[in-house]
């Protein structure tokens, strides 16, 4: 089973701030099937980027996922009020794992 | 527009059992894979089970193999999770989602969930 570790547990910004949240496989991603959610308190998760770069609909174009094999980044260029949310990453190329998710919240 | 709308979930005592259906609308049900993903309060996302497009093909996490059954009826648009032998770490939001393979492809629709509580 691939394990994905995410880094920090919490991020403290402010508004307009830059977010960058970390994800790294215990193995390679194939395909880089590795992808981004967020939730929000008492919502399901919401698909922000899959194909670890590829921003599904209707997903501002502020969020942005790079990386490739083990390691893998999501940025979120200036954060918005609505954006401070838990985030997960998730890779789904063999079998589906998540990462434990970082925090984003208001410092 | 995708729609998935879960029920079934209610307090049961440890080694209960419980049935949680998914009802879909809004694509073709019948050509897609689906998922259970669980939530513990407070924690992260689990994957559970999934079943393929016809129901021939299932496959369960190692923490409910053997306990838990998926199922679906196509002509219904409703998938189901049979879950037996229950116990407190089994308590969580499950959230029912679909997908075209079953695997390489993300969970990009998903419903609002069913809270299952297991406690005496």
């Known amino acids: 089973e691939i394990v994905l570790t995410q880094s920090p547990g919490t991020l403290s910004l402010s508004p307009g701030e830059r977010a960058t949240l970390s994800c790294r496989a215990s193995q390679s991603v194939s395909s880089s099937y590795l992808a981004w959610y967020q939730q929000k308190p008492g919502q399901a998760p919401r698909l922000l980027i899959y194909g670890a770069s590829s921003r599904a609909t209707g997903i501002p174009d502020r969020f942005s996922g790079s990386g490739s094999g083990t390691d893998f980044t999501l940025t979120i260029s200036r954060l918005e009020p609505e954006d401070f949310a838990v985030y997960y990453c998730q890779q789904y190329g063999s079998s589906f794992t998540f990462g434990g998710g970082t925090k984003v919240e208001i410092k | 527009e995708v729609q998935l709308v879960e029920s079934g979930g209610g307090l049961v005592q440890p080694g209960g059992s419980l049935r949680l259906s998914c009802a879909a609308s809004?694509?073709?049900?019948?050509?897609?894979?689906m998922h259970w993903v669980r939530q513990a309060p407070g924690k992260g996302l689990v994957w559970v089970s999934r079943?393929?497009?016809?129901?021939?093909?299932?496959s369960y996490a190692d923490s409910v193999k053997g306990r838990f059954t998926i199922s679906r009826d196509n002509a219904k648009n409703t998938l189901y999770l049979q879950m037996n032998s229950l116990g407190a770490e089994d308590t969580a939001v499950y959230y029912c989602?679909?997908?075209?393979?079953?695997?390489?492809?993300?969970?990009?629709?998903w419903g609002q969930g069913t809270l299952v509580t297991v406690s005496s």
């Open positions: 989602t679909p997908t075209k393979y079953s695997s390489g492809w993300p969970f990009d629709y």
């Open positions: 079943i393929n497009n016809d129901g021939s093909s299932t």
């Open positions: 809004g694509f073709t049900f019948s050509s897609y894979w």
